[in-house]
């Protein structure tokens, strides 16, 4: 999958509207550029997923992808795991729709399928891989352990779930440091402090970090038996649970 989205400026001008980030339309048709400027390490969890999904996929079983926007997991895991079936999940019509455009060849030979659907009321059964790319973090608090529960009892034994989320640090001094090298790394990518700024403004209460123990916590209370940190850049990380 090639990128085929617009260049990212919708922040251009200042969040001139005031309104809360959202997966719209204006998002669908940049998302893949700002998620390649904005994420460090973002292609190398991509290629961390394609690995794990030839490593762990179960024959006659599901993969999910959950919250899976323009499908770049999905495609990681069919490129992964080459007789797969793919079920995408996510909540935004515009990325669903778009999805169902740039994949009709596998949908219309049955390896993936997606369903335009809040998560969080999703029937997951039969898995053996499930993926959440930088999801969590834009679910309510009370509803991420729900999720993780549901998710674990999906799986098959042996299992896994492959976890990238953004997060905090308990010092402040570590997360104002960070903070300032991701904002050198977005500069970096073309984005003007403005751009950055707005970005930000617009992101403020819609997501929401925790901390790399919060997420192990909640991995392990659900039942999982083994936590593994995969990928680690700056505030951002890629986990590995096993069931």
Same mark, same amino acid.
């Given at each position: 999958m090639g990128l085929m989205g617009k260049q990212d400026n919708i922040f251009e001008d200042g969040n001139l509207s005031g309104?809360?980030?959202?997966?719209?339309? =204006?998002?669908?048709?940049?998302?893949?550029?700002?998620?390649?400027? $904005?994420?460090?390490?973002? @292609?190398?969890?991509?290629?961390?997923? @394609?690995?794990? $999904?030839?490593?762990?996929?179960q024959k006659n079983t599901n993969c999910y992808d959950i919250g899976c926007s323009l499908g770049a997991s999905s495609a990681a895991i069919l490129s992964g795991a080459k007789s797969s079936h793919v079920i995408a999940i996510d909540n935004s019509e515009a990325m669903i729709n778009e999805c169902k455009k740039r994949f009709k060849t596998q949908i219309d030979s049955k390896h993936i399928e997606f369903k335009?659907?809040?998560?969080?009321?999703s029937n997951l059964e039969n898995a053996s891989?499930?993926?959440?790319?930088?999801v969590i973090q834009f679910l309510d608090l009370?509803?991420?352990d729900n999720l993780f529960n549901k998710i674990f009892k999906s799986?098959?034994?042996?299992?896994?779930?492959?976890?990238? =989320?953004?997060?905090?640090?308990?010092?402040?001094f570590e997360t104002n440091r960070v903070f300032k090298t991701h904002h050198r790394f977005?500069?970096?990518n073309g984005y003007s402090d403005m751009e950055i700024a707005?970005? @930000?403004d617009s992101l403020d209460g819609v997501l929401i970090t925790e901390r790399e123990k919060d997420h192990?916590? @909640?991995?392990?209370?659900?039942?999982?038996?083994?936590v593994e940190k995969i990928l680690s850049n700056l505030n951002f990380r890629t986990y590995k649970f096993i069931k």
């Open positions: 309104l809360p980030f959202s997966f719209n339309q =204006e998002v669908t048709e940049v998302f893949e550029d700002m998620i390649d400027r $904005s994420v460090p390490g973002y @292609r190398t969890s991509l290629n961390i997923i @394609r690995y794990l $999904s030839q490593q762990h996929y335009t659907e809040d998560i969080m009321h891989v499930v993926v959440i790319n930088y009370d509803q991420r799986l098959l034994p042996g299992g896994i779930l492959i976890l990238s =989320e953004k997060i905090h640090f308990d010092n402040r977005k500069s970096a707005s970005k @930000r192990i916590k @909640r991995a392990t209370n659900s039942g999982f038996s083994r």
